[in-house]
């Protein structure tokens, strides 16, 4: 038994493990299961709503290596960690905070982590709202700290729609994390929709700060950007990034 069964009641998480018989509303993301995850069949565990939340396993290095080679953070804060997928590669480069409100979550993504080979040490799991954890880190601002956000948009309908508001994000708007994560670091990373808006995302760029965005197109596609605010260093050759 690893050392991730330990935490929790392994009968609780276990329930919670999608496995054969996948749903048919998960069969397309179970058929791209080694993009999410090229180590999945090392018994990687998601929950039903991470099968269709989680971050691809490139795009998340390839965001993970672009801020530690653009700003050589000392700490990650991964403020939705989910079951991991974006916790793993940033914890490849550098120390990692993860918050996650889900319990059942954080266990899955220890275990996901155990999979990759990353040191338990190297991830300090909290689990709570993220604006309650945020507020009770302030130590983080005293360190060269990055915040990413990769917040639930709602479910897969976000895609349906022809442009995408900040104030749609769940469960707090795009603004009301931003100014949250400002209180302790300028450098923030946000993973949001293909289809965000764009002007409500200008609102956040000035003559000095502004905002890099990565578009990540799969088969030829946009599936999602990656937006950097103040961090004018990550490279513009990032922009359009096929995956
Ligand atoms: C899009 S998923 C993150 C996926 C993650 N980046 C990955 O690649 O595995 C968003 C996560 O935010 C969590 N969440 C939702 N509301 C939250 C809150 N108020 N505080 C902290 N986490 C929350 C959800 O449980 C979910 O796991």
């Known amino acids: 038994m690893s050392e991730i069964e330990n935490f929790g009641d392994y009968e609780t998480i276990e329930k919670h493990i999608i496995r054969p018989p996948i749903p048919n509303a998960l069969k397309k993301y179970?058929?791209?299961?080694?993009?999410l995850f090229s180590r999945f069949?090392?018994?990687?565990?998601?929950?039903?709503?991470?099968w269709y939340s989680v971050t691809p396993e490139r795009v998340a290095y390839s965001i993970a290596q672009s801020i530690f080679e653009s700003h050589k953070p000392e700490l990650v804060?991964?403020?939705?960690?989910?079951?991991?997928?974006n916790t793993i590669q940033f914890a490849k480069f550098c120390p990692v905070i993860s918050i996650e409100l889900d319990p059942i979550k954080i266990a899955m993504a220890k275990h996901n982590l155990a999979i990759y080979e990353i040191p338990s040490s190297r991830v300090t799991f909290i689990q709570?709202?993220?604006?309650?954890?945020?507020?009770?880190?302030?130590?983080?601002?005293?360190?060269r700290t990055i915040i990413f956000m990769s917040p639930p948009w709602g479910g897969p309908s976000y895609s349906g729609k022809s442009t995408?508001?900040?104030?749609?994000?769940?469960?707090?708007?795009?603004?009301?994390?931003?100014?949250?994560?400002?209180r302790i670091t300028p450098y923030i990373a946000a993973?949001?929709?293909?289809?965000?808006d764009i002007d409500e995302l200008a609102q956040y760029s000035t003559d000095k700060n502004r905002i890099v965005v990565t578009n990540f197109l799969y088969e030829g596609y946009s599936k999602a950007i990656c937006c950097y605010f103040n961090m004018k260093n990550v490279l513009a050759s990032t922009a359009l990034q096929q995956v």
């Open 30 to 35: 179970w058929n791209n299961r080694y993009n």
């Open 191 to 196: 993973f949001l929709p293909k289809n965000t």
């Open 77 to 85: 804060i991964d403020a939705f960690s989910g079951c991991g997928g």
């Open 41 to 50: 069949d090392e018994g990687i565990w998601l929950d039903y709503q991470s």
């Open 128 to 143: 709570g709202d993220v604006l309650d954890v945020l507020r009770s880190i302030d130590f983080a601002s005293q360190y």
């Open 164 to 182: 995408y508001s900040l104030n749609d994000l769940i469960p707090y708007t795009f603004d009301i994390l931003y100014k949250e994560a400002f």
